[in-house]
């Protein structure tokens, strides 16, 4: 599986990004896609998670984008997208997105639990 990550910039405090994580490969609509970020100087950190289980599509995200982000997937497209709002300077980080391959009744949120991983995408909020 290749995960291609876009959609990262520099905007300022309050505005919105949309990024996107193509899959390729072997993949499947089954597999959960999360998205980590990792500011400098800190550890990566869980952002959400989309996967499918016996009971259809669950998301989950981290308490600091409840509200404000939102993910969504095309299977048709082989892609996942964050769609970031009211963007706050401390949403800076490198965005990336991963894959698990191991089926999982809820979203992992560690990245330990996640073996494909696309190179990232650099996110600026300016104040």
């Known amino acids: 599986v290749q995960l291609q990550a876009s959609g990262g910039g520099l905007v300022q405090a309050g505005d919105s990004l949309k990024l996107s994580c193509a899959a390729s490969g072997r993949t499947s609509s089954s597999y959960t896609v999360a998205w980590f970020r990792q500011a400098p100087g800190k550890e990566r950190d869980f952002v959400s998670g989309?996967?499918?289980?016996?009971?259809?599509?669950?998301?989950y995200y981290a308490d600091s984008v409840k509200g404000r982000f939102t993910i969504s997937r095309d299977n048709a497209k082989n892609t996942v997208y964050l769609q970031m709002n009211s963007l706050k300077p401390e949403d800076t980080a490198v965005y990336y997105c991963a894959t698990s391959t191991a089926y999982s009744k809820v979203v992992p949120t560690v990245a330990e639990r996640y073996n494909y991983w696309g190179q990232g995408t650099q996110v600026t909020v300016s104040s």
């Open positions: 989309i996967g499918i289980n016996r009971s259809g599509t669950t998301a």
